[in-house]
């Protein structure tokens, strides 16, 4: 839809004497609370028409360079979005040395326990969220487990605790694997054999040499926690 209307100037606060001439508007963008209207003007006429929110944003980051930098191993994806730059590590299974502070003021208990794949959703300067996996993820569609891990929420989200995690977000894992584990957060329905005693499957364990993949908790799926676009 088009009509002559008059156009809205911006006039910069400078002398009258210098002679700059207004700043003619060129386009604006009216937001509603269902639709998003497109207003171009050219010599005096208004051309209206809608659009969407997702055409805006991608006329606004074509100006904008955008870029992952160099991605540290293991990398499965990579997203940016308010909260900043978010990447997904993979960790293929292993033995770790862990340490599980089951008393204040008292030394931790070290073991050394199997772990399936891990997925750990890392940004700078926070703590992780991790996932358990039977393969490394290649697809959205692709199950994710309950980390059999302390500190978990259910969510995957980690409680740091007093460990710092700073802007080398490949070295998260290891610092989340190898920080002091607690009975913090949630313990509960990580494993199908001990479903409400995590500390007994951790006792089963020690000292193996793999994780049984078959206790794993299912937990949601890759898509669920990717952002669209970012899947591997």
Not at 52 to 66: H, Q, T
Not at 103 to 112: D, S
């Amino acid at each position: 839809m088009s009509r002559r209307n008059k156009v809205e100037s911006w006039r910069w606060a400078l002398p009258p004497k210098l002679k700059v001439p207004p700043d003619e508007l060129q386009a604006r963008i009216d937001i509603f609370s269902e639709t998003v209207v497109l207003r171009l003007y050219e010599r005096g006429v208004a051309t209206t028409r809608p659009v969407s929110a997702l055409d805006v944003a991608k006329a606004f980051f074509s100006e904008i360079p955008l870029g992952s930098g160099i991605l540290p191993d293991g990398a499965l994806w990579w997203s940016s979005s308010r909260e900043g730059r978010e990447v997904a590590l993979w960790v293929s299974p292993r033995v770790w040395p862990v340490a599980l502070q089951l008393e204040a003021f008292k030394p931790p208990r070290r073991m050394k326990l199997p772990m399936p794949g891990l997925v750990f959703i890392c940004q700078a300067g926070r703590p992780p969220r991790v996932f358990a996996a039977k393969r490394r993820p290649d697809g959205p569609g692709q199950i994710l487990y309950h980390a059999p891990l302390f500190n978990v929420f259910q969510d995957g989200r980690t409680c740091s605790g007093t460990q710092r995690y700073g802007p080398d977000i490949g070295k998260h894992p290891w610092e989340f694997m190898t920080s002091f584990f607690t009975e913090a957060a949630h313990t509960r329905g990580r494993s199908r054999s001990h479903p409400d005693n995590l500390l007994a499957l951790w006792e089963e364990l020690e000292g193996k040499r793999r994780y049984p993949l078959g206790d794993l908790a299912p937990c949601c799926k890759v898509e669920g926690i990717a952002p669209a676009g970012g899947t591997p």
